[in-house]
């Protein structure tokens, strides 16, 4: 039996149909982390575009929980789960054209295994979740049509597709005009001719097309976006080695240590010309990926970076990773030892990091000062926030029973994070508002929220709600903006029987000095 008598397609069904099942239940077992929670607010207040990224993924979390109809975790991430199942597919599709079905299979296996493919973009929802679909759809477009023997009249509708896609992936993450910056050096290094077809334009066009909400939102807001962003890889004298080092190993650990290892040999090997697989898509996944690489380790010699921006350049290099394994493995054999071991790796990661989420199988914090307990443990982030809710509740209930307290007041946040979480677990249930005080920097979208809901005024009362893992002492701060703030509620946040946290709960009466506009 060889690679093209086996039916790969059922061994690829079963994949996708377990991985959903397991997506599905991480989706409904954990609590948002603080970036999902604050995307949430793209689908409470849509726009053409945001301070902080394109609108795909508010758009999509309200297309799947039908326009927030259905507004819980599950329904949240459902983008998640279903864009996750199709990305399966479409590397498949993408290995299979390659070289052959075991090779597509082999880069499903690959992309299953990746954390940043399983977990950051099939189980939380994140801009990266839509942009993963969409690269992957631009990358399969791109390469039906620059395969070999395809039909011309084909081509010309593959191109504009890909272009297409292109314009949704940068509706989900900027950082998608990499496919085109890869794409023109393929086109410029061996595919010249297509320099004179118009469909190469039109297909540019339509891309440019899809940039257009967020051009024109970002110039009836002073380009703020393209400005936040621009600062945060823009050259600095100052040479940061300790930053580079973090973005390496954060993509060890992100894209898998045996993935990222092995897609190395395989670059390695392709360089050699030790793969033979279609060569033209090969260069055509190297031109995408390796500028777009390199790009962020040179950023990262002077800027702190994070090791997701550089991802979809590790998943466009799956493929040739699966063909070179393809060569590498009897060809009698459906799995791949070096496959089923990175599998592995990832089913321990997890099983792992569930139980350090929901039970705190490992002590990552020994604090004990009542400003600082539970500052380490960085699990944290996705626990408590509906055990605070429960015990917000009662406190806030007693002070409006006994008239030191409204039961209009809203809460107040100076940090976009832990406000978006105290919106969603806290404030929503309560059906009170969440404004945020604080420069644009720190409090992003909020800035356009607080005029929506109608800002501060005199007079106003306010919760403020803190952390031991980030406290942030309201008297000190806001004094001169209450007459009255404090005494502060203690609620204790206990996991596995163990008090891990504590939150502080301040009420803030009769707002004597509005704070300025700050956007």
């Known amino acids: 039996m060889n690679s093209n008598t086996i039916n790969y397609k059922k061994f690829l069904t079963i994949l996708i149909l377990v ?89 499903a296996l690959l ?123 823009t050259y600095q004298q100052t040479i940061r080695p300790d930053y580079f080092v973090t973005e390496l190993a954060g993509e060890l650990l992100y894209n898998n240590p045996l993935v990222v290892i092995l897609t190395i040999l395989a670059v390695v090997a392709c360089f050699r010309k030790k793969i033979s697989a279609n060569k033209e898509l090969m260069r055509l996944l190297l031109c995408i990926a390796l500028p777009f690489i390199v790009t962020f380790w040179v950023v990262s010699w002077q800027r702190a970076t994070l090791p997701h921006w550089s991802a979809p350049a590790f998943i466009t290099l799956i493929p040739l990773t ?41 002590t990552l914090d020994r604090h004990q000062e009542y400003d600082k307990m539970g500052k380490d443990d960085f699990s944290l982030d996705m626990y408590g926030w509906k055990q605070l809710n429960e015990e917000f509740q009662k406190v806030r209930q007693e002070k409006i029973a006994n008239g030191k307290m409204r039961v209009t007041d809203p809460l107040m946040a100076n940090n976009w994070f832990p406000a978006a979480n105290l919106e969603y677990y806290v404030a929503r249930p309560s059906k009170i508002s969440m404004l945020a005080i604080g420069p644009l920097e720190k409090i992003h979208k909020y800035a356009w929220i607080n005029e929506k809901r109608g800002g501060f005024s005199e007079g106003m009362n306010g919760w403020w709600i803190t ?39 301040y009420p803030m009466k009769n707002m004597k000095k509005i704070p300025e506009k700050i956007f």
């Open 19 to 107: 991985s959903a099942a397991i997506r599905i239940f991480f989706a409904m077992m954990i609590e948002f982390g603080n970036d999902e929670v604050y995307y949430h607010l793209y689908a409470q207040y849509p726009d053409w575009s945001h301070f902080d990224h394109p609108p795909m993924v508010g758009f999509m979390m309200q297309l799947f929980s039908f326009n927030l109809l259905f507004d819980s975790e599950l329904a949240m991430r459902m983008s998640s789960i279903v864009l996750g199942s199709f990305n399966i597919l479409l590397i498949f599709k993408i290995g299979s054209a390659l070289k052959n079905e075991r090779t597509g299979w082999f880069a």
């Open 111 to 233: 992309y299953t295994a990746s954390v940043y493919a399983f977990v950051i973009c099939g189980i939380f929802i994140l801009p990266d979740t839509p942009q993963s679909f969409f690269w992957l759809l631009t990358l399969l477009f791109f390469i039906k049509t620059f395969q070999k023997d395809q039909d011309e009249k084909k081509q010309k509708y593959t191109m504009l597709w890909a272009g297409f896609f292109c314009g949704m992936a940068f509706l989900s993450k900027y950082t998608s005009l990499f496919l085109w910056s890869g794409a023109g050096i393929f086109i410029l290094g061996w595919k010249r001719e297509w320099l004179k077809r118009k469909e190469l334009y039109f297909s540019v066009l339509l891309t440019i097309l899809g940039m257009v909400p967020v051009l024109v939102w970002n110039l009836q807001n002073d380009f703020i976006s393209f400005t936040f962003h621009s600062e945060r890889v």
């Open 322 to 362: 699966a063909a070179w394994l393809d060569e590498k493995t009897d060809r009698h054999k459906k799995f791949n030892g070096w496959i089923t071991s990175a599998v592995g790796l990832l089913a321990i990661v997890l099983v792992v990091g569930f139980g350090q989420i929901q039970y705190g199988w490992f």
């Open 467 to 505: 952390s031991s893992r980030d406290f942030v002492d309201p008297i000190s701060r806001y004094s001169d903006y209450f007459t009255e703030i404090g005494p502060a509620d203690t609620i204790a946040i206990v996991r596995n029987r163990q008090h891990v946290m504590n939150y502080y709960v």
